[in-house]
Each structure stands twice: as structure tokens, then as C-alpha cells.
């Protein structure tokens, strides 16, 4: 049952890569290096206490640790503020790295802290989420520094200042 579970993670982390790898809307514009990740899940109500104590047992340090390290520019844990109809998740996982190859070391962590939860309580964790309900989006910051905002032509200026 963990190896499923275990198949299931790194399927998701795999995923997670493929997707980030071949994003396409941000190679379009000029982004910065910092890349977020939000990983959206639904818990069943529950098994949320347990869902989020084995978080914080488990991958809180370990996202710390990465953001003392640098890896991380930082990360949070969320819950709906507002549902909107047809949302389906209960919490969103927002990890900001601060390039690619801290990405990569980030989901190297992630995989790490998955394989060293014990069976048992591996089993509750990954069975408190709905897989069906379970998305990634990736998010880059336009890079507006190299964004060019031609000048007005002081003539054309005074001529609609003269017609207001």
C-alpha cells in the first residue's frame, strides 16, 4: 500500500517537473527567475486535523530548512478564504523558489520527506487528499524591467489636453 502511495507522490512530483519544464506562456514574455509553484488539494473534512499535523511534522522543516538555505524564496500553506462554486480544493501549497535548479533541489527535498514517512501514517496522509481533485499551476513574475513604454510626443499631448 506505501509503494502505491510512494507511486502516487512521485507521480504528482513528476508531473509537477513536466509541466514546469514546458511551460509555455511565461518562455513568451520575459519572466524573472523566481518560479511559484501552488499545489492545490482536497482533504476529506475528516481527516483534516490529521492531514495537516503530519504536514507539520514532517515537510515543515524541511521547507524551512530550504528557505534558510536560499533555495526557497519562501512558502505557505493555504485555505479557501472564499469558495467560489466549483472549487475544489481545501489548501494550497504555495512554494516560491527562487530559480529552476532550486526548484530541483526543492522536489528532491519533497521526495525525501515522502519516503521517510512512516508506512502507516504515509497511508493517512496520502489517503486524506481526493488524486481526482489535485492540480499544479505554475506562476512567473514578468520581468517589467525590460518592458519599453514608448514616450508621448509632447505635440500630440498639448492637442489632446486642448481638445479636453
Known sequence: MRKEYLRFAGAVLVLLL????????????????LVVNVVYLNVKPEAN?????????????????????GTLAGWHLFVPGLHHPGNAWTH????????????????KKTREVFAAIP????????????????????????????????EEKKDEAKKDEAKQ
Do not use: I, Y
Open 92 to 107: 494550497a501549497l504555495v512554494l516560491a523558489s527562487k530559480d529552476r535548479a532550486a526548484q530541483g533541489v526543492m522536489e
Open 119 to 150: 508506512a502507516a501514517e504515509a497511508q493517512k496522509f496520502f489517503g486524506a487528499a481526493d488524486p481526482a481533485k489535485h492540480f499544479d499551476d505554475e506562476w512567473r513574475e514578468l520581468d517589467l524591467s525590460g518592458v519599453k513604454v514608448p
Open 49 to 69: 486535523e490529521s492531514w495537516v499535523v503530519t504536514f507539520k511534522k514532517h515537510f515543515e522543516p524541511a521547507l524551512n530548512e530550504l528557505q534558510q538555505q
Open 18 to 33: 513536466a509541466v514546469t519544464l514546458g511551460a509555455g506562456p511565461a518562455r513568451a514574455q520575459g519572466v524573472k527567475d
